[in-house]
């Protein structure tokens, strides 16, 4: 039914995925089904204007916290754990037109204070906590990631590059939140993982591929797992003229409040090479170097079984922290 209803918004010129999948009416019947379907946690978005719709509101929006409220309650009925993502992407756009976004540093006051309202609310209900969804996509989506313009922006590595610093605060600052307010319930980190592999055995290429791992995925994770910004960011930044700007105290924060495990979306694999003319393919948001050796979906992403298993033996094998899938 709901397929038919696309194709005829389609055939109308509307957009369906405006309306979305419905769930603030269908969720006791969604929640049935996974619990049929056998499914034992649910990784779901909380949306912060749902709780605070301006973003910088002096209280909570009630019929927002009753709705979350409702859906953790009818998980719990059928034994499902819950994990919630505490920011994905859905900046209140308040926040982007009065604040500039994550450029400003006041965005941290203002996430901590909602951060609190889903402690205080749900810290009964909620088995897993994920401050931020896939933090890297500031770099290579920074209007949703970050909320910030590209074009707007005079420099746009040294404002995104800041803009995650702040959520890097904010993230800590939210594990320390959680450690006095809800006790024992697990906060982690997430990245959208790039898994990548050389093109040739060239010497040329495998470099390549060490620092595509650095700087799309290790960086995000070694900052929020490890407590402090990598060596090999020093170079990165000399090579982009970014100078991230940290005020007393931060890097004590960042090393005294690291997360518990790590979570990760995984969608396709990428090749890495110095060869500026390989040819490329569409994938999650991005434009990647295509690899010979794997089919493609109809819509282009190329698809890779082998590559998951590589990476959740990397991330583990780095960390020894508890790993989530939580995009596949």
Known sequence: EKFEKARRCQEKGEYPFRWGSEQYTHYQEDIALFAKMGMKVYRMSVSWSRIYPNGDDERPNPEGLAYYKNIFRECHK????????????AVPVHLIDAYDGWKNRKMIDLYLRYARTLFEQFGDDV???LPFNEINAGRFH???GVGIIEEEEEHVDQTVFQCLHHQFIANALTV???????????VGCMIAR???YPATCS?????TQLQDEQYTNWFYTDVMVRGKYPAYMDRYFRGKQVSVRFEEGDRELLASWTVDFVAFSYYFTQVSTADANWEKTDGNLVIANKNPYLKSSEWGWQMDPTGLRITLNQIYDR????????EN
């Open 78 to 89: 059928y034994g499902i754990k819950v994990f919630v993502t505490m920011l994905h992407y």
């Open 127 to 129: 088995d897993y906590w």
């Open 142 to 144: 920074p209007y949703n």
């Open 176 to 186: 320390k939140l959680a450690r006095s307010m809800v006790p024992g319930k697990p």
């Open 194 to 196: 790039f898994c990548h």
């Open 203 to 207: 010497p040329e290429d495998n470099l």
């Open 319 to 326: 960390y020894q922290k508890p790993v989530f899938i939580a």
